[in-house]
């Protein structure tokens, strides 16, 4: 999915001191903002691919799990302080962040992202106006690229701010941006699709060696035995499966 976020000394002394003790009852921390990876349904409650694929990690792993909901500009610093154990909210693995946290094994493979603009426009890939949710891997491909990068704290925002005309385009993941373009929304996928990140894994403090290893098990049974692909092209039809 997406994202790259901060790292500073006072992080990384917070995450010495965070508990490394054996995990029964594990707190899982995701946005609750981004489908289909994750989102609120209906009924409040956490839903989408990364739902249905903690719930079977914490199964597999013999761990009882609650699932938290944190805003994306302060997951990492929430999970550093203990406000839940693990992030699981699309999170490419990406060396700055493995500077503060520690990954699992990743359960996606890096997955494109895409520009969506308005229908029929045909953006100035490198003089235009871009937006991109706060944080993530898609804004510091933005700045990085010598065009014009606004940010925002939810992806609902950057996508607005592209029909409001603030934006000539939102980059984002494409599994997220292309039901909206399909959704005659007068919103289009344009110009090629962009790989970069390194997959999503569940973001785990350093200090959790073992709860990491439990996961990170889980996953790679999930590779073996093909329940991780079916869970990938239910929920994210087109990405790479294992």
Known sequence: MKKILLG??????????????????????????????????????VDG???????????????TCEWVTNDW????????????????????ITDERKEVIDFTSNYTQPDPSAYLALDGAEPDFTGGV???????????????????????????????????????????????????ADDASGLAIVGDDVLIGGGIGLGIRK????????????IDAMKADGTLNTMIEKWLPGSATF
């Open 207 to 218: 200090s959790d060696t073992e709860l990491n290893e439990k996961f990170s098990a889980a």
């Open 73 to 92: 500009d302060s997951i990492i610093p929430n999970l550093v302080s203990g406000n839940y154990d693990a992030i699981i909210a699309g999170m490419s």
């Open 8 to 45: 500073t000394a006072a992080l990384t002394l917070c995450a010495s001191m965070a508990f490394g003790a054996s995990h029964t009852v594990v707190r899982l921390g995701t946005e609750g903002a981004y489908p289909p990876y994750n989102y609120i349904n209906d009924a409040g409650e």
């Open 130 to 180: 871009f937006a991109a949710q706060a944080g993530t891997i898609q804004a510091s491909y933005i700045a990085s690229s010598g065009a014009s990068l606004v940010e925002f704290a939810t992806p609902d925002e950057s996508v607005a701010a592209v029909r409001s005309g603030e934006a000539d385009a939102v980059l984002a993941d494409k599994a997220y941006l292309q039901p909206i």
């Open 49 to 63: 691919f990364e739902r249905e694929l903690g719930d079977e990690l914490c199964k597999r792993a013999e761990l």
